[in-house]
C-alpha cells in the first residue's frame, strides 16, 4: 500500500471495503434451511390455495376496507365486534370444501388492516376472543382441522394497522379515526407485532407461513424485515414468508406474490414487473370481486373462468390462491360452493397437468400455456379453434402425442422451425384442451 497516500484516502477507501463487506453479507446472510427449500418445492407441487378475507368487517357486507373507505371513527367501528357471533362457523366444513374445490392449502386473514385479531392473542384485547359473544379462536379450530385433514394453513397478517396507536407516524391511507398523534413504530413492531406472529408461529402447530400485506402504507419505513423474518424462520424453518408488498423479492422471503394478476404481466397497476427465477410464485385472485364479504357484489367467475386462470397460472410456474370472503355468521355462501366444487370436479379429471408441475418450456400465449413434470410435456389449448396448431420448437425430443381425456392420438410434426399437432375437433366448450407430449 502507498503509506504517501494521504491518511483520508486510506480512511475513506477502508470504510468503503467496511461497508462493502457488511452488505455482501446482509444479502447473503439468509440462506433458506433445508425444510425450508423443501417446503418450496411442496406449496409449488401444490399450486391451488383458498384465500379467505373473514373479519368483524364481514358483519357490514362492505368489503374489509370499509372502516378506511367510510372513514368511520374507531370509537364506532369498536362497536362492530359485539355483534360478530358466527355461531355456524364449522372448520370442518371449511376444510372439507377446500378440499373438495382441489386445493392443498389454505390462507386466512389472522388480521387485516383494521388490526383486529381473529385468534385468541395475548398482547391486546382488540381480538374475537376478548370482544366477541363468540369467545371462541376460530384459527385454532381451523388449524386443528386442517392438520387433521391433511391441508396446510398460512396466516395472512396485516403490517399496516389503522387501529393501533403506535402505528405511527402513519401512512398513506391514514384519515383522522381518533388516534392520538404519537406513537412508537419501532415498538409496534418489535413488542406488538412480533409478540402476535410469536403466538401464531407457536400456538398452531406447524403452518405453511405468513402472508405478508401492508407494507405499501409505508414503502419508505424501515420495517425492521430482518428481525421479523428470522423470528418466523428460527420458530418454524418451515414456514414460507410470503410478502405482498408489490417489490422486488428481499431477503428472507421465500415466494414471490402477484395480487389480481400473472407473475410479471401487472395488469393490475400496482404490481412489479420483475419476475424472481429463483423463488416460487404466486398469484392471487378473488371469485368474485371483493376480499371481504360485499353484499352487492354479484360478479361470481364461472368454473371455467377459475379453470382457466388456474391454468394460466401454472403455465406461468406460479400457483393460484383464489379468495372467498365467508358471511359473518359463518358460513360460506353457495354462490361459493357451488363454483369451487365444480373447479374441484374438474381438477379430478384435469389435476395430473396442474399439480407437481412446474411451467413448460414455452412462453405462455394467448392460444394458451404449457406445463411439465417428469417426461410430460402438457400443451393446455385454452384459446385457439384452427384445426393446427403450430408452436415454437421444443428442445426435447416427442416420442409420442396424445388426447389427456380419452387417449385419442394425436399428429404432430416436430422441426427445427417448431411443432405443429393436429388438434381434435372441440367438443362443445371445455375449458382446456390438454394435449400430452412425451418427451425424451
Ligand atoms: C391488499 C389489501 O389491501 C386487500 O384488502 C386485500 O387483502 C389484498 C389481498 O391485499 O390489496 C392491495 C394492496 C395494495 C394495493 C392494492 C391492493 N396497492 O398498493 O395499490
Redesign the pocket.
Known sequence: MNLRKPLSTLVAVTVFALIAAVNSSAQAAYQPSPENLKARQQFQDDKFGL?I?WGVYSVLGD???VLHNRKLKLHDYERLPNFFDPEKFDAKAWVALAKAAGMKYITI?SR??DGFAMFDTKVNDWNIVKRTPYGKDPLKLLADEAQKQGIKLFF?Y?Q?DWHHPDYYPRGATAWENGRPDSGNFNSYIDDFMNSQLRELLTNYGPIGGIWF??M?DKPNADWHLEKTYALIHRLQPAALIIP?H?QTPKPGEDVQTF?RDLPGRNT???NTTYVSDALPLES?NTLNGS??FDIGDTKYKSPEEVEEMLVRAAGNNANLLL?IGPLPNGEIQEEFQVRLRAVGEWLSRYGDTIYGTRGGPLAPADWGVTTQKGNKIYVHVLKWNAPLLALPPITKTISGAQELVGGTKVDVTQSASGVVLKLPLATGNETDRVIVLSVN
Do not use: K, M, R
Request: aromatic letters at 24%; hydrophobic letters at 30%.
Open positions: 384465500f378475507h368489503g374489509e376496507w386473514t387485516h388492516h395472512y396485516s399496516l400485506d401492508g405499501w405482498n408489490h395480487e393490475a397497476g400496482f392471487c376480499w371481504g379468495n
